[in-house]
Structure formats: C-alpha cells, structure tokens
C-alpha cells in the first residue's frame, strides 16, 4: 500500500497472486535480467489488475528498500549475496534453494502527522524506543534517542518488520509490535500503521495502491478512530489512576485519624460519555468494573512510564500513555482517547464546564510544518476563493500545496520566496 507513490504497508509473498502467476512473473524478470547481462540485487515490478493480468512497470537496479519481507520469507540475506557477488563470488544457491516459508509484513515509520494530512514533522526524537529485535520482530532504523529529526531528508524513521507462520499471525504480531513502539518529540504515523493493520480490507488482503487514498482522503485522526473496546482505554487509565492515588496516599507525616484513603467509585470520561466505574486492588494488581464487567488487571506499571505493559483477564495488553493531571492519553489499536477519572460529584460539574472556543485564524496562511517557501501563487490585492493555491512550502523532500481556507483578499504578504519558515509562521493574511 502507498499514498502519493510512497509505499506505507510492503508484504511477502503477496495474497494476491496465485502460483502460476508468481512463476511466470519470475520467469519473465530473470528472462530480463539476462537480456541486460545484471549482475547484483535487483527488483523488476509489475502492476497487475484485478484479473491477474499484469504489466511491466520498471526495474529498479538494486536493493528496495522492503528487502527484509523477502529475507524473513527465504531464509537468505539479500545485502551479504549482493556484496559478496560484487566482490565477484559465485552465488551460493541455485532457484530451487530458494522457498516461501511464512509470512512477513513491513510498516514504514515515518515522522509525519496523519491528522494534519500527512504533513511531514521535524524536531528532536525526546524518546525513541523501538520493540526489542528477536526472530519474528526486526527494526531496521538509523536514528537514536536524543537525535534530530530533520527537514532536509526523507522522514523515514524506520521500518518495522514481523513474521508469521500465515498472513493472520504476522498482522496481529505487527499490531502488537506497533503499540510497542514509543516515539515522542515528533509526530509519527504509528497509529495511522496500526488503523491500516486492523482495516477489513487489508485484513481480508482486498487491496490496491490507491487504497489509503480511497480510505482516508483527508488524512487519519487517531481520535477519530471507534474504539474495538473502549473498556481496555478505561480500564488501564482507572488502573494507573488508583497506582497513583495509592503511592499519593502513602505520604510520610499524616496525622493520626487524618489519615488519606483512596475511594473505590469514580467515573471515566472519554469524549463526553460518562462510565461509572470501581477500581479495588487486588494482590498484584486491581478489579476494575466498567459496564456490569469486571477486568482483573495486573501490571508492573509504576507512575512516570509512558508504555502500560501488562494483563486484562490475563490477556497481555500494551498502551502508550501521557498523563496530564486526572487525564490520560491513552494511544492503543490506533486510536487515541482521553480519559479523565473524576469523582461523581466532579464529573457531574464538568458536564456543565463552558468549552472554550478556538480563535478564527482562517484569514490567515499559516506554515503548518518548518520548511522552505518555495514558491506563492498570489500578491497582495489579489483575490482568493476558497481551495485556490497560495503557496508552496517544501520540506522532508515534498512539495506542500497550501490552499485558502475561504475566499478573501489578500492584504499582506510576509514571506519572500526562498524563506525559512517555521511551524505556525503567517505567510500572507486575508482581508
């Protein structure tokens, strides 16, 4: 799967192809290969159609950048056999040493904000903690914590690759190594990743190309996302909640019949919806009853970790967190909810909390990524309709198209071509 022609999803082998036509179109890539005398790595694509007819595409003359869905299946390692014929050895295997064994799925980590249309995102990587490489999870990445995420280069992060016996076990141990994944400082399109894993299309394999573009045209808002089971959301902030009321509780110096004890009912609050809840400990962890249900809830959790790692009635569970007084943001499956945990009394006065009203910045063109104003459709005087080009802003090797908001005249331009702009800069302003 790709949007803009940059492949996101890469698998192997594909759950479109049937034998036969696997055969022939490797026949047909060796027969080219030999026409041009090549002697290295390479890949001839194909495009095919929904008849299994396909189609020569190009040959790309080295290593793709999805070669490790092609080693996990194989068994072989594609960089040390281009290197070692180069140095001019005879390969090591012939055709019939080389099988499909398994499944394997590679996910391009990319530092971009699905919720902002893909816009790419720059900065310093304040956490990057990959899930640990072992033989069915591999991370192939060449940035480190503490290292800067630049607008000069592609934004790549890094690729993630699991392997499966079959296509379901390779997608779910993709699910998991993704909610695994840590990344802060940038934006990432992890929960974009993980959204893609759980699509019935993709789970069904009923893709194309234009897939993402078709599914999500305006981008991907990982709050927008339904929640499978919003009780696993609750159930793990009420869990690190009551961790934290309990450390809070056992504070040195209280006063004899002062003493602070930790209620058991509360309510969750995730966009809007009230769930009361009960939170008890329990040996190891807590009972937490949501909806009639309740969760035994064990983990090794302690307040100031930003990955919840542990069981759901005994069902291993992973969740990014960042917490912000009572509320939680909690990042699992691919979507992201907010949840507060209020006493009844708190969640019925915030109901009737006032929401407070964003600024009307539409007659504004705002920078909405660092990057190099390359080029502006519009001088001051012109008149602008709503979607009509302004601007162009380039960054992370892609040209940005930005478009006006509503229709306007524009008053002023604050930017030459050529400029460096940062995140929120204003280009031009609209009368």
Not at 119 to 134: A, C, H, I, Q, W
Not at 266 to 287: F, L, R, T
Request: with cysteine; aromatic share 8%; proline share 5%.
């Amino acid at each position: 799967m790709q949007r803009r022609h940059q492949k996101v999803i890469e698998e192997a082998p594909s759950p479109f192809l049937d034998d036969a036509t696997r055969k022939e179109m490797g026949e047909q890539a060796v027969a080219l290969a030999r026409a041009v005398d090549y002697q290295s790595a390479g890949t001839v694509e194909f495009i095919a159609d929904t008849e299994r007819n396909y189609y020569f595409l190009e040959m790309n003359t080295r290593l793709q950048v999805e070669h490790p869905v092609t080693e996990l299946i194989t068994g072989l390692d594609l960089v040390e056999l281009m290197i070692r014929v180069a140095d001019g050895e005879e390969l090591p295997i012939s055709q019939a040493d080389v099988g499909i064994n398994g499944w394997a799925i590679e996910s391009r980590v990319y530092a971009e904000d699905p919720s902002h249309n893909f816009l790419p995102s720059t900065g310093r990587l304040v956490y990057y903690r990959p899930p640990e490489d072992d033989d069915r999870v591999r991370v192939d990445t060449g940035v480190y914590e503490g290292g800067e995420i630049s607008m000069f280069y592609d934004p790549m992060i890094a690729k993630l690759i699991t392997y499966g016996t079959d296509r379901e076990e390779a997608r779910a141990r993709m699910c998991t190594a993704l909610d695994r994944f840590l990344i802060r400082g940038v934006s990432s399109n992890l929960s974009f990743l993980s959204a893609l894993m759980q699509h019935p299309r993709f789970k069904d394999g009923n893709m194309s190309t234009n897939m993402i573009g078709d599914e999500y045209p305006d981008g991907f808002d990982p709050s927008d996302m339904l929640l499978n089971d919003p009780a696993t959301i609750i159930t793990v902030a009420a869990s690190m909640f009551r961790s934290y009321r309990d450390r809070a509780a056992q504070i040195h110096g209280q006063l004899d019949g002062h003493e602070r004890h930790v209620r058991e009912d509360w309510v969750a609050v995730i966009k809007n919806q009230h769930h009361p809840i009960s939170v008890v400990p329990v040996e190891g962890g807590y009972d937490v009853r949501v909806n009639d249900n309740t969760y035994a809830v064990h983990s090794n959790w302690t307040f100031g970790q930003q990955l919840f790692n542990g069981t759901i009635n005994g069902e291993e569970v992973f969740v990014q967190v960042e917490r912000d007084q009572q509320t939680y943001r909690l990042n699992h499956g691919g979507s992201q909810a907010d949840v507060s945990i209020l006493t009844p009394r708190a969640a019925e006065l915030w109901h009737h909390m006032p929401v407070k009203v964003a600024p009307d910045m539409s007659k504004f063109l705002l920078s909405p990524m660092p990057g190099l104003l390359v080029s502006l459709s519009v001088k001051a005087g012109d008149a602008v309709r709503a979607g009509e080009q302004l601007a162009v802003v380039e960054a992370m090797k892609m040209e940005n198209t930005l478009h006006a908001e509503r229709d306007g005249v524009v008053a002023k331009i604050n930017y030459e071509i050529g400029a460096s702009l940062a995140v929120g800069d204003k280009i031009l302003e609209l009368e």
